[in-house]
C-alpha cells in the first residue's frame, strides 16, 4: 500500500514539473511578434492623442476670443471673450493669459523688458473717457477692468482667458520661467526668439485680405490664423501628424507672425480657410465704395416726443465703442456736425443723424456698444456738449444687422 501511494505521488510530482526550455522559447517568441505588431498601433493612437488634444486647445482659444455663441444668457446669446471686453483681437497668446506683459515672456517686469517689447494692455480716464493718459487729469487714469457709467459700458482686459498648460524655463540670466499655453505636441518657442515666445509655440497671426478687383479698401477685412507646427514642430504639409494643423491652402501667411496682405493682383484661396474670419468677430456698420474715401458716413434715426411747441433745437449723436481696450467714439462729420429737431409743432418727431465711421468699412466688434444724443452748441466753433438728452447701450453679435432705426421718444418737455 505504501509503495502505491509512493508511486502515485512520484508521478504527481512529474506532472507537476515547470515548462521546458523549447516552451518557453515558443511563449517568448508569441509575446516577441505581439509586441512587434501592437507596438506601432501603440504609438501611432498617443499620436492621435496628442492630435486631439490640439484640436481641443484649438477650440479652448477660439472660445476664449470670441466666447460660444450657443450658450445663452436669459434667454440671448452669451457674449463674452477677450473681443467682447476689450472691442479686438488679441496680438498672441500671451496676450490672453497675462494683461500687462513683455513679448518675449521671460521677461517678467517692465524694468527687465526691453521698452519696446512691454505691452499694456487697455486703460479709460474716468473724468473723460474721451481723453488719452497723457491727457487725463492725474489720479483719474485706470487701466482696470471698468464700468464707465456715463455711457454704462464695461471696458478693459478681463482675463485671464486662458490658463497656462507649461511653464517655460528662461534662456537668459535676467529671465524668469513663464506660463505659456503650448499645443497638444508641447510644442513652445525658446524664449529670447523675439515676439514669436508670446506666441507659445502657435503659428499665430492677424492678416487681412482686400478684393483684387477692385482698389484695396483702407481698412480691409482682418482675421486670425492660429495652427499647430505639429509632431514635428516646423511648418511642413505631411506626414498627417507632422502637417501644421489645421490645414491653410493660402501662401499669403508667414510663420513669423507679421501681418500679411494680399498683393493687387492675386487671387483668393478657394475656400479661405481661417481660424477666425472678419465676419464671426465683428459686425460691418458702414462702406463707402467710392474709394479711397479715409472714412465710411452712415445714418441713424432717433424718435423725440414733443410735448410743446418751440424753437428748434440743435442736437448731436456720439457713438461709443470699444477698441484695444478703451473706448472710442465716432462723431457727426464737420460738414454736417449737427442735426435740429423741429420743435414748431407737438408729437412724435424722427430726425436723422448722420456719423462717420473713422475707417472705411467700418466695423463694430462684438459686444455692448452705447448711443448718445447731446445737445449741440452752435455758437462758432461750434462743438457737440456733453449735456446728453440720453444715451442706451446695445449689443452686437455677428450675422446680426447693425440697428439703424432707435424708437426712443425722447421726451421734449
Request: with cysteine; aromatic share 10%; hydrophobic share 30%.
Amino acid at each position: 500500500m505504501a509503495a502505491m501511494f509512493n508511486n502515485t505521488l512520484c508521478k504527481k510530482q512529474k506532472n507537476a514539473a515547470g515548462f521546458t526550455i523549447l516552451e518557453l522559447l515558443m511563449v517568448v517568441a508569441i509575446l516577441s511578434t505581439i509586441a512587434y505588431v501592437t507596438f506601432p498601433l501603440l504609438e501611432n493612437n498617443t499620436d492621435q492623442v496628442r492630435f486631439d488634444d490640439t484640436r481641443n486647445r484649438l477650440e479652448t482659444i477660439r472660445r476664449a476670443i470670441i466666447g460660444d455663441s450657443s450658450r445663452t444668457v436669459n434667454g440671448g446669446p452669451e457674449i463674452r471673450g477677450y473681443v467682447a471686453d476689450t472691442g479686438s483681437l488679441p496680438q498672441n497668446i500671451q496676450a490672453l493669459m497675462e494683461k500687462d506683459y513683455c513679448t518675449d515672456p521671460q521677461y517678467r517686469t517692465k524694468a527687465a523688458c526691453p521698452t519696446s517689447a512691454w505691452v499694456k494692455q487697455g486703460g479709460v480716464c474716468l473724468a473723460d473717457f474721451t481723453l488719452s493718459e497723457g491727457s487725463c487729469p492725474v489720479g483719474r487714469w485706470t487701466d482696470k477692468y471698468t464700468y464707465v457709467s456715463e455711457v454704462g459700458l464695461w471696458v478693459g482686459w478681463n482675463g485671464p482667458y486662458l490658463k497656462s498648460s507649461t511653464v517655460v524655463p528662461p534662456t537668459s540670466t535676467a529671465g524668469k520661467k513663464y506660463p505659456a499655453y503650448a499645443d497638444g505636441w508641447g510644442n513652445v518657442k525658446d524664449p529670447g526668439s523675439g515676439a514669436v515666445a508670446a506666441d507659445s509655440g502657435w503659428r499665430f497671426s492677424i492678416y487681412t485680405d482686400t478684393d483684387p478687383t477692385t482698389t484695396a479698401p483702407l481698412k480691409p477685412e482682418e482675421h486670425l490664423l492660429v495652427q499647430s507646427l505639429g509632431r514635428d514642430g516646423a511648418a511642413s504639409t505631411g506626414p498627417v501628424f507632422d502637417a501644421d494643423y489645421p490645414e491653410v491652402n493660402y501662401p499669403d501667411v508667414s510663420v513669423s507672425g507679421s501681418p500679411d496682405y494680399y498683393s493687387a493682383g492675386s487671387t483668393f484661396p478657394t475656400p479661405p480657410q481661417r481660424f477666425i474670419s472678419s465676419n464671426e468677430y465683428r459686425v460691418k456698420v458702414a462702406e463707402d465704395n467710392s474709394l479711397p474715401s479715409a472714412k465710411a458716413s452712415f445714418d441713424i434715426t432717433v424718435t423725440f416726443n414733443v410735448k410743446t411747441a418751440g424753437s428748434s433745437k440743435d442736437l448731436c449723436a456720439r457713438l461709443i465703442y470699444k477698441e484695444n481696450a478703451s473706448l472710442n467714439v465716432v462723431n457727426q462729420p464737420s460738414s454736417s456736425p449737427s442735426s435740429s429737431l423741429d420743435l414748431g409743432t407737438t408729437g412724435i418727431k424722427t430726425v436723422t443723424f448722420k456719423l462717420e465711421g473713422p475707417q472705411n468699412p467700418f466695423y463694430l466688434p462684438m459686444g455692448n456698444y452705447a448711443l448718445g444724443i447731446y445737445e449741440y452748441d452752435s455758437s462758432p466753433p461750434g462743438s457737440c456738449t456733453d449735456t446728453k438728452l440720453e444715451v442706451k447701450t446695445y449689443t452686437t453679435m455677428p450675422g446680426i444687422p447693425f440697428i439703424t432705426a432707435y424708437d426712443w421718444k425722447i421726451e421734449i418737455p
